[in-house]
């Protein structure tokens, strides 16, 4: 018997390695800075940034209503 051509879907197959590798990436990338004394939300906020999408609270002439 053949082995099958996709695991999931010719469409799907990527997708779901995409997804995994990300998830991997963001464990590690925790898992590092919490070694680091940082908190979770400590590193979502730099990763926020570091990517061009500073929080609200990073800018002070922006008021919270």
Known sequence: ?????H???KVGDPIFAAVIGLSA???RIN???KELGR???QTV???L???GFPRQ???PEVKKN
Do not use: F, K, V
Request: proline letters at 8%; glycine letters at 4%.
């Open 1 to 5: 018997m053949p082995s099958p051509a």
């Open 7 to 9: 695991l999931i879907s």
């Open 25 to 27: 990436a963001a464990t």
């Open 31 to 33: 898992r590092e800075e």
């Open 39 to 41: 908190s979770s939300q």
């Open 45 to 47: 906020d730099a990763g």
């Open 49 to 51: 940034r570091r990517i």
């Open 57 to 59: 609270s990073d800018h």
